[in-house]
């Protein structure tokens, strides 16, 4: 198990210095996944689809629940214009997600949590938002899932 963690180790720091280089301020969208993956329980591969998909439906749901506040807020006020998007889309992380435990997660939860810190940069990006967390997640995870395989392979080997 050492010998993965050394791997992670490395494995994130050239992932923050290649970030780092490119001044891409956006990496949190990469990284939650990442600490999503290694607290979550059961299967590895099984954790890798909750947080891919779990992650990009809490995304959805953030451009769902802007566009809902943008709309009702003139009609409803300020306080009813907020609130009842964020009650749907609430109640459709909590409420349904025992009949949606892959696709309606804690992930979700964590990426409409952090994509609410700062809305007008979120809404000026969905797109970039979207594609990072897609591709750099996918990539990044994929480069852990594959680092633990060789690990294993080499300790296994011994």
Same mark, same amino acid.
């Given at each position: 198990m050492l010998y993965f963690r050394l791997s992670l180790l490395v494995w $994130?720091? #050239? =992932?923050?210095?290649?970030?780092?280089? $490119?001044?891409?301020?956006?990496?949190?969208? !990469?990284? $939650?996944?990442? !600490?999503? +993956?290694?607290?979550?329980?059961?299967? /590895?591969?099984?954790? *890798? !689809?909750?947080?891919?998909?779990?992650? *990009? &439906?809490?995304?959805?749901?953030? &451009?769902?629940? +802007? %566009? =809902? &506040?943008? =709309?009702?807020?003139? /009609?409803?006020?300020? +306080? +009813?214009?907020?609130? $009842?998007?964020? =009650?749907?889309?609430? *109640? /459709? %992380? !909590?409420? #349904?997600?025992?009949?949606a435990p892959k696709i309606l997660n804690n992930v979700g939860f964590a990426y409409l949590t952090c994509a609410c810190i700062d809305t007008e940069a979120f809404a000026s990006h969905i797109g970039l938002f979207l594609d990072t967390f897609v591709a750099g997640s996918l990539i990044f995870n994929g480069g852990c899932l594959l680092i633990m395989s060789m690990v294993k392979k080499v300790v296994f080997q011994k």
């Open positions: $994130i720091l #050239i =992932a923050n210095a290649f970030l780092h280089l $490119i001044h891409f301020e956006y990496s949190w969208l !990469i990284f $939650i996944s990442n !600490i999503m +993956l290694f607290t979550m329980e059961g299967d /590895v591969k099984d954790r *890798f !689809i909750s947080v891919e998909v779990g992650g *990009f &439906v809490g995304l959805v749901l953030t &451009v769902l629940t +802007l %566009l =809902a &506040v943008t =709309a009702l807020t003139p /009609v409803l006020g300020d +306080l +009813l214009g907020f609130l $009842i998007p964020l =009650a749907a889309v609430l *109640f /459709v %992380l !909590i409420v #349904i997600h025992p009949y």
